[in-house]
Structure formats: structure tokens, C-alpha cells
């Protein structure tokens, strides 16, 4: 493979040998350049045929140019230039000037600009987006009423499509402000039913205590990072302790 400054060359061994080079360029004005070789110094009578074919030309129309010491050429021992002005694939024909006798020379060739001799191989295409799919959280509660034994409560939440993490709240709404009185935080993985257990705070055990039959409505809120949080409006439901529970069999 040839690239951009490189250079290539051939020489004829046998008579009636005739060279076919492909280039795929991808700029203008590419050039190459063809020189005429030989390990015979007293052989100054020969010369090199090269045929230029643009690309989408017809192939009766090459450009032809020549190289070498023989008669009529003596000012092209330097090779001799053609540049391709428009990207693309193009083809030269390297001859010698008597196929008969071809044998012992032959030619080389220098590339400038960027050039392959292969078109070039097309981009793979970009990879799809990888779809994100968000966790998604649903209550598996039997009702709506949650019972503390003492001062917390049990919530079953189940987990689905992906992993999920965040945190369960109570909280009550007053007309001012609304109040957190119980927290708790949670990871399941997908398909995972999991307990969680909230404690409440001082100020919750307060409420709940002074609440009409020891009953205190909330809302449950529970986030979940990366998806869409689930809220259920829930009675609270304080239990005697079994002290009381006890003296209140007693009497």
C-alpha cells in the first residue's frame, strides 16, 4: 500500500509487460509522479510510457506523457508530473517503449496528497441510543391503614425495571407548613418486595399521641431516584402497649 509521500517501484522482467495502477484520492490536486528506471546506465534510448486516467473519463482519453533518456525526452530524467484535480478513482498504464523488449528497466512512482489504494471504507453507523429505563416503585400495602405496635410502622414497597433507591416519608399537612415526622431510606434491586421500617420522630410520637383515639392521617411519600415518586394518603393507627394492654385487664 502506497501512502502520501511514499514511493513504489517495478522493474520488467519479461517482454511484453504492461503495469495497471489504481489510486483513490480524496482531495484536489493530488499528484503523482512517474520516473523512468533502469540498472543499465549505457541504455540511453529508452523510455517509459504513462497514461494518466481521470476519474470518469472515458478510457480512449487518457493523458499521455513520457519518461526517460531516449530521443525527444531528455527533459523529463526527472519524472514526469500529473495532478489529479478532482478526489476520486483513477487508473495509469505504465509502458515501456518497446514491449518487446521490456526486460531490465522499468519505472517508479511517488504519491503526494492523501491518497489509498482503496476507496475508503465507510464509517460503521453511529450505535443506537441505549434506551434508560427508569426504576419504577409500587406500595404493596393491604389498605390504607398502617399500625404501630410502638413508635414505628412497616411499609412493603416492591421494586421494578431497575434498580431502585431513594426515601420513604410520612408527612402531614397543616395549613402553614408540612411536617416530616417519620423517615426512612431504601435500596432493592429489580423485582425485590422489601420492609421497610420508619421510626418516628419525637414530634411524630407527640401528634400520634394526642391525636382523637390515637389515629393521625398522613400521606406516605416514597421518591425514588431516577423515576416518579408514588404518594398514598394513610390513617395511623397507634396499639396499646401491653403494659396498658395488661392493667387494662387488670381493673
Same mark, same amino acid.
Given at each position: 500500500?502506497?501512502?502520501?509521500?511514499?514511493?513504489?517501484?517495478?522493474?520488467?522482467?519479461?517482454?511484453?509487460?504492461?503495469?495497471?495502477?489504481?489510486?483513490?484520492?480524496?482531495?484536489?490536486?493530488?499528484?503523482?509522479?512517474? /520516473?523512468?528506471?533502469?540498472?543499465?546506465?549505457?541504455d540511453?534510448?529508452?523510455?517509459?510510457?504513462?497514461?494518466?486516467?481521470?476519474?470518469?473519463?472515458?478510457?480512449?482519453?487518457p493523458?499521455?506523457?513520457?519518461?526517460?533518456?531516449?530521443?525527444?525526452?531528455? #527533459?523529463?530524467?526527472?519524472?514526469?508530473a500529473?495532478?489529479?484535480e478532482?478526489?476520486?478513482?483513477?487508473?495509469?498504464?505504465?509502458?515501456?517503449?518497446?514491449?518487446?523488449? &521490456?526486460s531490465?528497466?522499468?519505472?517508479?512512482?511517488?504519491?503526494s496528497g492523501?491518497? &489509498?489504494?482503496?476507496?475508503? $471504507?465507510?464509517?460503521p453507523?453511529?450505535?443506537?441510543?441505549v434506551k434508560?429505563?427508569?426504576? +419504577?416503585?409500587?406500595?404493596?400495602?393491604?389498605?390504607?391503614?398502617? +399500625?404501630?405496635?410502638?413508635h414505628?410502622?412497616?411499609?412493603r414497597?416492591?421494586?421494578? /425495571?431497575?434498580?431502585? &433507591?431513594?426515601?420513604?416519608?410520612? $408527612?402531614?399537612? #397543616?395549613?402553614?407548613?408540612?411536617?416530616?415526622?417519620? +423517615?426512612?431510606?431504601?435500596?432493592?434491586? @429489580?423485582?425485590?418486595?422489601?420492609?421497610?421500617?420508619?421510626?418516628?420522630?419525637?414530634?411524630g410520637?407527640?401528634?400520634?399521641? /394526642?391525636? @382523637?383515639?390515637?389515629?393521625?392521617?398522613? #400521606?406516605?411519600?416514597?421518591?425514588?431516584?431516577?423515576g416518579?415518586?408514588?404518594?398514598?394518603?394513610?390513617?395511623l393507627?397507634?396499639?396499646?402497649?401491653? +403494659?396498658? /394492654?395488661s392493667?387494662?385487664?387488670?381493673h
Amino acid at each position: 500500500m502506497l501512502y502520501c509521500g511514499g514511493s513504489y517501484s517495478d522493474t520488467w522482467n519479461a517482454e511484453g509487460e504492461v503495469d495497471w495502477i489504481a489510486f483513490y484520492t480524496t482531495q484536489n490536486s493530488a499528484t503523482v509522479v512517474m /520516473h523512468y528506471a533502469s540498472g543499465n546506465t549505457s541504455d540511453e534510448s529508452r523510455y517509459i510510457f504513462a497514461r494518466f486516467f481521470e476519474a470518469g473519463s472515458a478510457p480512449s482519453k487518457p493523458v499521455e506523457l513520457h519518461s526517460g533518456p531516449g530521443s525527444g525526452y531528455s #527533459t523529463e530524467l526527472q519524472g514526469v508530473a500529473y495532478t489529479f484535480e478532482n478526489p476520486g478513482l483513477h487508473y495509469v498504464e505504465v509502458s515501456p517503449d518497446d514491449e518487446d523488449e &521490456s526486460s531490465g528497466f522499468g519505472y517508479s512512482i511517488e504519491l503526494s496528497g492523501e491518497w &489509498s489504494q482503496t476507496p475508503p $471504507v465507510a464509517a460503521p453507523p453511529p450505535a443506537p441510543p441505549v434506551k434508560v429505563v427508569a426504576p +419504577k416503585i409500587r406500595l404493596a400495602l393491604a389498605g390504607s391503614r398502617l +399500625k404501630l405496635p410502638r413508635h414505628s410502622v412497616a411499609v412493603r414497597i416492591g421494586c421494578a /425495571h431497575a434498580s431502585c &433507591s431513594g426515601s420513604i416519608e410520612l $408527612v402531614r399537612q #397543616t395549613s402553614t407548613k408540612s411536617e416530616v415526622f417519620a +423517615k426512612a431510606t431504601y435500596s432493592l434491586v @429489580p423485582n425485590q418486595v422489601g420492609r421497610i421500617v420508619l421510626d418516628l420522630t419525637a414530634q411524630g410520637r407527640r401528634m400520634l399521641a /394526642h391525636a @382523637p383515639g390515637h389515629r393521625l392521617a398522613a #400521606t406516605l411519600l416514597v421518591d425514588v431516584d431516577g423515576g416518579k415518586a408514588v404518594k398514598k394518603r394513610v390513617l395511623l393507627v397507634a396499639l396499646p402497649s401491653k +403494659k396498658a /394492654h395488661s392493667r387494662h385487664r387488670n381493673h
